[in-house]
């Protein structure tokens, strides 16, 4: 990884980080357009009045709340198109992407099963795909066999996942593990934030490989985990730009 001067990262990142704080601020908007209750809930503008105890329209029945499906992970060998385009898609702030795609490759030497391959999705807030990984796809461990586990994940993984990861290498001492990042995991609060850069760095020094995807691995991942029906991958506009601005990031978390 290129060592870049600290001063110009610095200043970089600041100004990212201001850009940053207005696309927030400005998304926000867009999400409380509606009004709100006296409960504290947002609804929108033609309920307003319904909400805050006015008769709404004769004939029109109250909607009943949407059930979400039970907690679930999805599982596969090739991935739709969408899903890749806008869980991959490696913003700077990931609005609307609330779940992780983990597309993985295990090598086991000398092993029956060979080369394993293929993806899984976490659903609502069920467990990580990082720890789902280990439950689903590579539960078992001989330490006869070399594992090289290789990751294309998404998002990097939360504090808690890598504090996990961490004792699973601790214990599987012949398993190396590569985590490619679509982009770097943004928490709300700073104390989660710092959380998260501890664990991504402990992860490091216990010999994990963590890296930021390029535009390449974004093209290899959609030959080799969508299915594309023979589509070409085209890397969106910023693509390359997002990717410096994450390597960045990175680099100053493990440096």
Request: glycine share 8%; net charge negative; hydrophobic share 30%.
């Amino acid at each position: 990884m290129a060592e870049k001067g600290n001063g110009g990262v610095s200043s970089r990142l600041a100004a990212r980080r201001k850009e940053k704080a207005g696309e927030k601020k400005e998304e926000k908007k867009e999400e409380d357009g509606g009004k709100v209750n006296g409960n504290g809930k947002n609804v929108a503008n033609g309920d307003a009045a319904v909400a805050n105890g006015a008769p709404g329209e004769p004939g029109l029945e109250k909607p009943e709340p949407m059930e979400l499906p039970p907690f679930e992970t999805i599982t596969g060998d090739r991935m739709d198109p969408f899903s890749f385009r806008f869980q991959f898609k490696n913003v700077e702030y990931c609005s609307g992407r609330n779940k992780t795609l983990l597309c993985y490759l295990v090598d086991q030497s000398s092993g029956a099963d060979g080369l394993l391959r293929g993806f899984l999705e976490d659903e609502h807030a069920g467990l990580h795909a990082e720890l789902a990984f280990f439950q689903l796809i590579l539960p078992q461990y001989d330490p006869s066999v070399n594992y090289t586990v290789t990751w294309y994940v998404s998002s990097s993984p939360c504090a808690h996942c890598c504090s996990k990861l961490l004792e699973i290498l601790q214990e599987r001492k012949t398993l190396r593990l590569n985590i490619f990042s679509a982009r770097l995991l943004e928490a709300e609060e700073e104390e989660g934030q710092e959380d998260n850069r501890a664990g991504m760095k402990a992860l490091a020094g216990a010999g994990c490989k963590l890296r930021v995807m390029k535009p390449l691995d974004f093209s290899y991942s959609w030959d080799t985990f969508v299915e594309h029906e023979d589509e070409r991958f085209t890397p969106w506009e910023d693509c390359q730009e997002n990717y410096e601005y994450h390597h960045e990031k990175l680099a100053q978390i493990l440096e």
